[in-house]
């Protein structure tokens, strides 16, 4: 089994990137005493604008997976949420116990071959990596920092030197979450490979019926299918092949039907939240549409085009 957080941290520890300290235990040791050496090993951090408690996340957990609350400071309540997490992801689950940085703002970035790109929010990761926000400060970078969005400034002149500086030490096609705390300093805690991946193409084969919607493109290509719109983890399991999946934002039950889509829609999320990033990995075009699960209706025929961001309606 893979274990890719790890592997992420693993190089994001090589590249001399910094990182929120964090210790690894296995699925077999996580008893309530190595839970509590663990802890004590990295310590329960309460630094005033850098880091805040502690996370505990699953890596190689599969089909459930998870994490805990974030700022975890109470030790009781630690191992409650270990040995929880443990038990619904054994055998093969390890747990990564980990420092949570007083964020004034986290983001993610993805650094292509001649472009880095940039989204940014206020506070702690989870809504922009789930996708439940659509304030989201966008950056691109080639040769100087180009700003997409149109939301009060997040990002200051020193935060985004910071950032490229760090771009620089990593390979191209990378992804990398990370944290800007309160007191200027930048950590950086996931890593992974942005796949190359072409994404398959569909010709449409029939005729527009209704005007595009329009979007962010999320990721390229162009899939035709029926739409399935998904309020709750019952409307996913209802997909079959080649349907157009269609939800308000992508939790971890996408990718038990990811590779069943010819596209994906969200109404919420970015170019850098968890449904961007796994349909790019997935080759299945995607597009961010706002309040696309109210456009479109089950039984649908529509063609999704990744590249120019937009939907349209078939006869």
């Known amino acids: 089994m893979r274990y890719r957080k790890i592997e992420g941290l693993n190089r994001i520890r090589e590249w001399g990137l910094p990182y929120p300290p964090y210790a690894v235990i296995d699925a077999g040791q996580a008893t309530p005493s190595r839970i509590e050496s663990a802890v004590k090993e990295i310590g329960i951090p309460a630094i005033e604008g850098d880091r805040m408690g502690i996370v ?59 472009e880095l790109s940039v989204e940014v929010v206020r506070g702690d990761a989870p809504s922009l990596l789930e996708g439940r926000t659509g304030d989201i400060e966008r950056w691109t970078y080639t040769r100087t920092w180009k700003k997409e969005s149109e939301i009060e400034a997040i990002l200051d002149e020193g935060a985004r030197a910071l950032i490229l500086k760090y771009a620089r030490l990593v390979p191209d096609y990378s992804y990398l979450e990370w944290s800007l705390s309160k007191t200027g300093k930048l950590y950086f805690y996931e890593h992974m490979q942005w796949s190359r991946k072409r994404a398959r193409e569909e010709p449409a084969g029939e005729r527009i019926r209704e005007h595009a919607i329009h979007g962010l493109s999320a990721s390229p290509g162009v899939g035709t299918g029926t739409v399935r719109v998904a309020l709750n983890t019952e409307g996913i399991n209802r997909v079959r092949d080649g349907d157009v999946l269609v939800i308000r934002y992508a939790d971890r039950h996408v990718m038990h039907v990811i590779n069943r889509l010819s596209a994906l829609v969200c109404d919420v999320g970015g170019r850098t939240s968890h449904a961007s990033i796994i349909a790019r990995e997935y080759g299945v075009p995607c597009v961010i549409a706002e309040r696309a699960t109210k456009k479109l209706r089950d039984g649908m025929k529509v063609v999704v085009d990744g590249y120019n961001g937009t939907i349209s309606v078939l006869t």
Not at 80 to 106: G, Y
Not at 107 to 113: C, E, I, N, Q, T
């Open 56 to 114: 505990i996340r699953t890596d190689g957990a599969g089909r459930v997976g998870g994490r805990s609350d974030l700022h975890l400071m109470d030790m009781a309540e630690i191992i409650n949420w270990a040995l929880r997490l443990r038990e619904r992801n054994k055998p093969d689950v390890k747990l990564i116990i980990q420092h949570v940085v007083d964020a004034s703002c986290s983001g993610v970035l993805l650094k292509g071959s001649d």
